[in-house]
């Protein structure tokens, strides 16, 4: 009997508690966040068509901005349409089942970013320290190679988390807080132990933000001291702008995933890293064709000519 009421009262689905619980900013998120997801989406296709058609764009800097624009894009659709259905309905839930797959494909492709980002970072290294041995060093073959090993450490790491979390069990509790299945609310809510769980979180986590943390660091380290014996004034402040605006969407990238994986022990972290999570699961995808392609020459040049051509097939 104790048996068979331990298994009644297994959690099959939850619920999420959202972004926030207050009514009168419901309707205001919503706009803010249909329009987040809009730009997303419109960013990163258009920036992955304007790629594909274009041969000027088929090089390494542009394979790896293709790779990493649709990583974004279905990084965001992966967990976005369920939190809007957060600001329009009163209880919003999830199966157990898709709980555990929207928690797989969600980190499979953070942690696949993470990589991606770096290889973007080391392709910047090779170009400015050593532009005579770019095309040698990043050949298709290598770029392919370090794309794939990107995917498969996002699969490894997905796969670690979404294993452990299988094991728990959820009796009683199941109001997610927050608008996806994350790790840190899931350990919140399980009736066993989530020690195993949590040496995990400290390994994988601490290994996928601080390999390609440090490795971005060593290849900004070698990029300024490059740029720093540029003669040319307007050379060094033009690449000290392209990097700045790379570090700031890193920084929140990844300041923000390392706060919300390291400091989830309590529910008043909780709260805290469900806000700081938005950088990381909205902003940055949102961003990150601004920051790395539509802010390049050579991305507007191909957007005008992309536009010309629409423009004349639809006048003519």
Not at 13 to 33: K, N, S, V, Y
Not at 114 to 140: G, H
Request: charged share 10%; net charge positive; hydrophobic share 45%.
């Amino acid at each position: 009997m104790r048996m068979l009421a331990r298994n009644d009262s297994l959690v099959t689905e939850f619920i999420f508690a959202g972004l926030t619980d207050r009514p009168e900013l419901q309707q205001p998120l919503l706009c803010l966040f249909v329009m987040i997801y809009l730009v997303t989406i419109v960013g990163n296709l258009g920036l992955i068509t304007l790629i594909s058609l274009n041969s000027h764009l088929h090089t390494p800097m542009y394979y790896f901005l293709f790779n990493l624009s649709f990583i974004d894009f279905c990084y965001s659709s992966v967990f976005t349409p369920k939190m809007l259905m957060n600001f329009v309905s009163k209880k919003n839930i999830i199966s157990y089942g898709r709980c555990m797959t929207q928690l797989f494909f969600f980190l499979f492709f953070v942690i696949s970013e993470c990589y991606m980002l770096t290889s973007m970072a080391y392709d910047r290294y090779v170009a400015i320290c050593n532009p005579l041995l770019y095309k040698v060093t990043m050949s298709p073959q290598v770029c392919s190679v370090l794309s794939f090993a990107a995917y498969v450490m996002g699969f490894g790491g997905a796969t670690a988390h979404t294993g452990c979390m299988l094991r728990l069990t959820f009796c009683n509790a199941n109001i997610i807080n927050h608008y996806v299945c994350d790790i840190p609310p899931l350990l919140q809510l399980s009736c066993t132990s989530t020690h195993i769980n949590k040496v995990v979180v400290l390994i994988v986590v601490g290994i996928n933000i601080i390999v390609p943390s440090f490795t971005i660091l060593i290849s900004y380290i070698c990029i300024f001291t490059s740029i720093l014996h540029v003669k040319s004034t307007q050379g060094r402040s033009k690449a000290f702008s392209t990097c700045s605006s790379h570090i700031i969407a890193l920084s929140l990238f990844f300041g923000s995933a390392a706060f919300t994986y390291f400091k989830c022990s309590s529910p008043d972290t909780l709260d805290q890293g469900k806000v700081f999570s938005v950088f990381y699961t909205n902003v940055g995808p949102m961003l990150n064709p601004l920051i790395y392609s539509l802010r390049n020459k050579d991305v507007k040049v191909a957007l005008r000519k992309a536009l010309s051509k629409i423009w004349r097939r639809n006048v003519f």
